[in-house]
């Protein structure tokens, strides 16, 4: 297969037809090369066509508490009482650079994430 820029769903198709047949491809081959490029076009054909948002605060807060097995009670400590903590959640209320401090420290969540803006519904 030539290496070139995917711009079809049926260019899509066949390269990644070509990666199955590839993927016991030893390195340092031909085949192999052609594996690891092959990839970088896919990667980069995903990224444009099915691009991922980053969530927003409340969402990548909601998150890490889900993984972290923590309540709403648990973030108290961070954010100062159960009603601010009910109010962020909610979104009635805006994390302040105190408390995006204390989520980065505690949480280890992105700052760059605490500071998106909430998704508008």
């Known amino acids: 297969m030539r290496a070139k820029i995917i711009k079809t769903k049926t260019e899509y198709a066949a390269a990644l037809a070509r990666l199955e047949k590839l993927m016991d491809a030893t390195p340092n081959t031909a085949e192999g090369d052609e594996l690891e490029l092959l990839s970088l076009v896919v990667h980069d054909y995903e990224e444009r066509t099915f691009p991922i948002d980053k969530p927003d605060a409340v969402a990548a807060i909601r998150f890490r508490m889900e993984q972290q097995g923590l309540a709403p009670k648990d973030l108290v400590p961070l954010l100062g009482s159960r009603s601010r903590v009910s109010e962020i959640l909610s979104g009635r209320r805006s994390l302040s650079l105190k408390m995006i ?14 500071l998106r803006e909430p998704e508008k519904a």
């Open 101 to 114: 401090r204390a989520l980065v420290v505690g949480l280890h969540i992105p700052a760059e994430l605490l």
